[in-house]
């Protein structure tokens, strides 16, 4: 799911007709100065000239069963600053653990990355959390399940995401860099 938040007004929508995946439709609406929160689950698609990947944590390397698998976060963070201790999710995440994976990720860019996962000595780079600039707007793509009404964690976590999307500390500083096919 992909929500627009247009500078006319701080209400969040999924707009009426709009799909399901980050198309070139919500990329205009986004370069023009609006902030999506792209909220990526199995019916999610990115455009195809987008530089990232969503991967199944079911895919070969990604489940975590034959190597130290770590779900990680910075604690400094405004999103995590009250909802965790250390610097790795506990039980209380569960319901909010994600089944995919943001993949692609230079080694340059993952100072835009907040959460992810470490999988032991496979060195694979993988974030649950990404934060992009587009023109006059940002993005803040998120495999985080937020689906869960009633699990206090999830109701934490989805208010302290959608309070720091909307304040002066959302500012991300990696440029989104679409594929020309070319």
Not at 49 to 57: A, T, W
Not at 75 to 100: C, D, I, W
Not at 116 to 144: C, D, P, R
Request: some cysteine; charged content about 25%; hydrophobic content about 40%.
């Amino acid at each position: 799911m992909f929500i627009i938040n247009g500078t006319e007004s701080q209400k969040w929508r999924k707009k009426p007709g709009w799909p399901a995946f980050l198309d070139e439709k919500i990329l205009d609406e986004v370069e023009k100065g609006k902030t999506a929160l792209c909220l990526a689950d199995t019916l999610s698609r990115l455009a195809d000239i987008f530089p990232y990947k969503i991967v199944s944590r079911e895919s070969d390397w990604l489940d975590g069963n034959w190597a130290s698998a770590l779900n990680w976060y910075n604690p400094r963070h405004t999103v995590f600053q009250n909802l965790n201790f250390g610097k790795s999710f506990g039980f209380e995440a569960y319901e909010v653990l994600p089944h995919y994976i943001i993949s692609d990720i230079h080694t340059e860019e993952f100072e835009a990355v907040n959460a992810g996962l470490f999988i032991g000595w496979v060195h694979l780079k993988s974030a649950y959390t990404l934060e992009l600039k587009y023109g006059k707007g940002k993005i803040l793509l998120t495999t985080f399940d937020l689906s869960n009404q009633n699990d206090p964690y999830v109701q934490t976590l989805r208010k302290n995401i959608f309070t720091y999307i909307n304040s002066k500390n959302f500012h991300p500083t990696i440029d989104l860099k679409l594929s020309t096919g070319e």
